[in-house]
């Protein structure tokens, strides 16, 4: 009997009619058979589904955001980008550089954004670590690195800034695909005596503000929505080529 007619039978068997020309004991056997069969069938449809959704996940991009921060203002702009981050509607995933015990996963992002303050005319140390150890990881992805100074608050200090800049790249030996030079802040009340000489007779030196004015805030966030935007729009593969969103 074919496949067809067994599954009429089972059928009607189910719906309680009677069924002629066919006696019962084969029609049992015809109906067991009509069952296995669709519960057969019924599991290979979902092992399909299961392997169809494996190969094919709804996957969220999600973008790591890892900084380091020595007054905060940094600590300000990560938290600046991470919003930026949502409201494109991406996930945004928050990592300091500082905490050397949490661990941190690059499994599902897509992009990575770098940013740090420049202390004595460096980044901090653990943020450089940080670039390093993850060098191949960082590779794979997008990145944009935001490198954060007084300097770069000023005309006259950009080269200065980005001075900062390449030395850091040349001491992790990791190039992103974009970076931007960010203004930073003067945080007085976070200053000790030798820091606020340094700010006022070095950082600041001839750029026309006093740090005994208090404090003031040189980052321009809509120069650097800008530059987030830029870089989030930015198609997923790397280029292979640095490109600067700063100075705007």
Request: glycine content about 6%.
């Amino acid at each position: 009997m074919k496949g067809d007619q067994a599954l009429h039978f089972y059928r009607l068997r189910l719906s309680g009619r009677r069924v002629s020309g066919i006696d019962t004991p084969a029609l049992n056997l015809i109906c067991r058979k009509s069952r296995a069969g669709e519960i057969s069938q019924n599991a290979d449809k979902a092992q399909l589904q299961r392997k169809q959704a494996t190969i094919m996940p709804e996957v969220q991009m999600a973008i790591l955001i890892a900084f380091g921060t020595v007054e905060g203002q940094t600590g300000k702009i990560a938290r600046f980008a991470e919003g930026k981050v949502r409201e494109a509607g991406l996930e945004a995933v928050l990592f300091d550089t500082a905490n050397k015990t949490a661990p941190v996963s690059f499994d599902g992002v897509d992009k990575v954004i770098l940013a740090a303050p420049v202390h004595e005319r460096r980044h901090p140390v653990p943020f450089e670590i940080f670039i390093a150890a993850h060098r191949e990881a960082l590779a794979a992805r997008r990145t944009l690195l935001l490198s954060v100074s007084l300097s770069a608050a000023f005309p006259e200090g950009l080269a200065e800034a980005d001075d900062y800049l390449i030395e850091m790249k040349m001491r992790t030996q990791f190039t992103p695909d974009a970076e931007a030079l960010v203004a930073g802040a003067v945080q007085t009340r976070k200053y000790d005596y030798f820091a606020t000489q340094v700010v006022r007779h070095v950082v600041l030196r001839d750029r026309g503000y006093d740090p005994s004015k208090g404090e003031h805030e040189f980052t321009d966030w809509d120069a650097l929505a800008a530059t987030l935007d830029d870089f989030l729009a930015l198609e997923a593969p790397r280029r292979g080529k640095t490109e600067r969103l700063a100075e705007r």
